[in-house]
């Protein structure tokens, strides 16, 4: 997280399977507030582990050397 107070991707996931709603913030998307209530994603474990896992897919810095990720024009 940008200010570091999640120190796992797990605790991330589980931060953000519950959207809560701050007093005031109208600019929320109503898909985010069902209800007018915050959205719960309800992940199961498997879930949450294989969200996980493709995360980790999207690391590594090749994007940046390797010729297939080069300009599409």
Not at 38 to 59: C, I, K, P, W, Y
């Amino acid at each position: 997280m940008h200010t570091g107070n999640l120190r796992t991707l797990q605790n991330a996931i589980g931060h953000y399977g519950t959207i809560n709603l701050a007093p005031g913030n109208t600019n929320l998307d109503p898909r985010l507030r069902p209800n007018g209530f915050g959205q719960q994603l309800n992940f199961t474990q498997q879930e949450v582990d294989g969200l996980m896992a493709f995360l980790r897919t999207l690391s590594g810095n090749n994007v940046y050397t390797d010729s297939k990720w080069g300009s599409p024009f």
